[in-house]
């Protein structure tokens, strides 16, 4: 049985996540070699892992080692560098989301992969994830009937550190291009207007630091009638809260929670069980593998991506247009972002 | 101990539930009378109840029955009239909401009971339901910490008849009203600005129909700096689907819907517990007898009301808001409403 | 509409209880007099409701009132006298569980009121609750197939005082006949064998009390061979944990607790909802006023009682086999006792 | 890092799920061989994972395979003699449970591994499943207080081919030898007495198949005064149903059943979600896999088993006893089985 030979750029929180997965087996797929600007400072971890191919050049990694497809994790502005030089050597892609925080730039990238014809998935991990897939599934199934409402809602346990957001873009395109993507997945429509609220809301001291913003309540008008509301927060002290839900002609299909058990304690204070995950890393662990596994398949076996450069650009459009909403006060038509 | 001795105005669907609530017992309060305009549709049942002042004037009624307060529940276009001449007599009034469709006459309604200086409570219900009091309890006392974000999710079983929603205002002002009272309640805190996204999206046949709207997304920013949602359908097929949730600094309070039995079925098709309540009626019925006996409490024992006139204008003047909202596709300020 | 006149005898807690329903409105049903030996202590109370007919003699209240029935409250060691007396006026009595706490007298009840010819019904409250009729329904409905296994849990949320349970005869006779009279009616089916563990496991310094054992559980053989298990504790810290559940050949139908919200926090430390309720008079209250409702009903349109003497006798047999087993340590025949 | 080189005997279901995990990766272990009598049938399968090291016969595979510990999915009877000859090789072991289904061979098996002072654990992997290791620890750090009442439910989605039961002992030491097992890890002491009610009830045209009892309710008397009931079916239609709590002096805790997913769909028919888990397979699979990465720990790192002979031979004296209280119609101290 073939496995796919992988190659991870990035060896950050979500490289290192990927390697992990790698390590511990991913389906069809066999990670071998990593290449990281500050290997020095994982190389330790990657040696006990047993992971001897390190590089701190991908591009020398790329010249001496033999590698099917590249995961791509490193600093979102160094995408399109990495993919024009992956994309010239005709290797298959895993690019984590979003492709870059400049539209101008994200285009680039699709239009360079399209150009290649090479395989290239984007990390839109939740459509790999059991609770999303099974809201989709009988979605679009319909088991609910026609779609008419989707309602995210999008709470991270803790703020990120201070800075932390604008290197990677602004909330809308680092965090919530995730929803963004989950709402018109699931709605099997594309959204034509955003309206966004919010602001420096959970912690109001921060409201100077550029692009800051923790908390929104976005509204969603879609092509063929139908809306939506996501609804996000940087600061949900009970954990990882990712709920959605669609409401139908015939029914309404919700997905709820994930905890790490199913205990629940009775006492004089009340009946309390667990609380969500803490983070992305503890909810949507399977998804990150499931991803590896549905790329690995693709690749090896000629199929098409799931979810590629368009859907990217589809989804980093609205967060776009999500953010020139917030800043002018006033609803945005998607096709206004160009 | 004394009752207050209660006339109702007005025997349709909600005038019926408070004679019934009256007749079954409202601590505090007894019922003395009724008038309808349409009284002979409805003798045989108020005789059926014991109920044998019956009158078809309401002006007959108060003239001949010995009577401390006047419940309202006639059509809404009725109220101004009623309200002057009852406040003329120096009664106290328990008025269904809204005060008017028109939000001038729904003014002239607030000024008149003040000149009058007689107490008047209008009939947001939900502030006396269990679920939304211990909501409102725990948020304003700090539980939560610093409120941030309300969500409420109001959903009708079904579409009212063709027609209905004319006579009746609109969605915002007949039905919404409702949650604009109950976010600006649960938040402690008034909203500076609407948006409105929504159509006939549940019946799109019944789009020529006037003010017909089926299905919204509103959104909401308050002056101290928090926002929220309210998601409507007059379409929920599986029930009256009322929740929500505020989230504070240091956590969620929610609620959820309750239904008629805790039964759960577990079979080879899935495990099915009961629907949430068919109808506001299912759904609220301690609270529709609970705020009458506040009411009876308020005027007997010269407390204040709970929740009057101006609370009223505060809500209707947001359902204005978020009709322009919806119209013009653009976010309103309440401010623009007067 | 004709009402049926019921006369209270017994002030107690249960007692208090029946009044106050009567007084708020039971349909079919109107309270006109009360009798209790202790009446000084209740005089005010029942003044204050509006109960003007206050008896301390039962005889001369019968003598002196026009009354159609009676709700037999009193100490568990007077329902004899008082049944032979009524009995021989010809009125209808409602009876609180159990007849009697020596199982001779019980069926001594249950042979005059037969004689008698007069409607008698037993106090046997969760049959008129919604939850356990629910779940009745749909099991003799056959929507789970053929019954197989039930299973009770019955927990006081606090321990009754010392002495408490020796007039009431035992926890078998006082609370598990509840149990008794449920588990045999949600199967369709008589029970012919217990099995009993237990203990003072919960307080162990009443080991030596006579009678006191406040945590058992008891094992159950049906006649048609299914089985069952009621677990029982008087120290539930959490309240009044009341769950039923059959499992039969197509399915599982279980009913949960109820609580007084729905409201759910998730803070840093879970994620709480309300404790159950913490009594049997907060958990029960509208199946109390129902059991009176649906007796004056029987008795006001000649319809058999739904709970008789008869189905009491079959419960307190089965609470005085489990206190054999108990105490003799084996599985006892329920037609040993007689 | 050194990982423990294990070899498998037996390729049944159990055996096949071992290999799967330990092919897919488990911490600090590797598959280094498999040894089947009937390895014709697997050959293929086993190649298909990269399992090269194939044999028919396990002294054969010890005998020319470097090999650090040994896991023993064979058939129950076989247990006896292949520990023997693994214990004469000082090798580790790892060993299903039962250890055999006659008490005289598994205290055999124990002394056995005792004087060979090798590492013996058994496969009692629900110890090792996240629900059931929250719930026990809880209750040993005390947060219920004093532990008075274990109830467990256990029910399989589908019955037993005929015959199966027969070669596999009997339900008791088949099945609920994990019941016996937890409730007393649980409660943190020992049963001295159990009753066991029960019959081919679900399927009862199997009545006259030796051994063959379907469903079953057990009491349970603790050393220490606590109480116990273990529900237990063969034939729960809608899937694997394993719930257990224990009440203590100062509260409950309770685990509830995993689902594959947590998707909730509400229509005209009521609130559905998913069934819990079809199988043991389905319902406990990281279990398996961390019970042999603590057994691999505790060899590699020179550390006591968690849970070892001592600790199945006591649950399976339970089981015995249950047999007896079952043919007998009594209950059966402990002591009296040796």
Redesign the interface.
């Known amino acids: ?1 073939r496995k796919l030979r992988i190659a991870v750029i990035g060896a950050g929180v979500i490289g290192k996540m990927h390697i992990r997965n790698l390590v ?2 991913v389906e069809g797929a066999e990670l071998v070699a990593v290449a990281s600007p500050s290997m020095a400072r994982h190389t330790e971890w990657l040696s ?1 892992l ?1 992971v001897t191919n390190q590089f701190v050049d991908y591009k020398d990694m790329l010249a001496r080692v033999d590698v099917d497809a590249v995961c791509i994790c490193s600093a979102t502005n160094t995408h399109l560098d990495i993919v024009r030089h992956v994309a010239s050597l005709k290797k298959a892609m895993f690019c984590e989301k979003p492709l870059d925080i400049h539209f101008r730039r994200s285009k680039e990238i699709a239009a360079i992969v399209k150009d290649a014809g090479v395989p290239f998935q984007v990390g839109f991990n939740r459509r790999f994830d ?2 999303f897939n ?2 989709h599934r ?1 979605v679009s199934q319909g ?2 009937g026609r779609p ?2 989707v ?1 995210i809602t999008s ?1 991270e346990a803790e703020l990120p550190p201070r800075g932390a957001l604008k290197s990677a873009g602004n909330v809308f395109i680092d965090i919530h291009v995730h929803d963004f993507d989950m709402a018109q997945y699931l709605m099997g429509d594309t959204i034509e ?1 955003v ?1 966004v ?3 420096a ?2 912690d ?1 001291s921060r409201a100077d630091e550029e692009g800051f913003v923790d ?3 976005i ?3 879609f092509s063929n ?5 996501i ?1 996000c ?1 940087l ?5 990882h ?1 990712q709920l959605a839900e669609v ?1 139908g ?28 995950h803490f983070s992305c890393l503890d909810r949507y662990p399977v998804s990150y593998a499931n991803e590896l596994a549905v790329f690995a398949d693709s690749v090896l076996n000629g199929k098409p991506v799931l979810v590629g450069a368009e859907d990217s650009l589809r989804a980093e459009r609205l967060a776009l247009a999500a953010d020139i909403s917030y800043r002018e ?3 945005v038509y998607v096709r206004e972002v160009n």
């Open positions: 049985m511990k087996g006990g047993g059991a609770q099974q809201l009988v088991e609910i008419q409402v309602k709470r207007r309206y609220e919010g602001g809301i959970a109001p908390t929104t309540v509204t969603l008008k009638g139908g809306v939506g509301t609804d927060s600061l949900a002290v009970y954990g809260d409401l002609s015939k029914g309404l299909a919700k997905i709820n929670n994930t905890a790490p058990t199913t205990l629940e304690i009775s006492n004089e204070q009340g009946v309390t069980k667990d609380k969500p006060q006033r609803p």
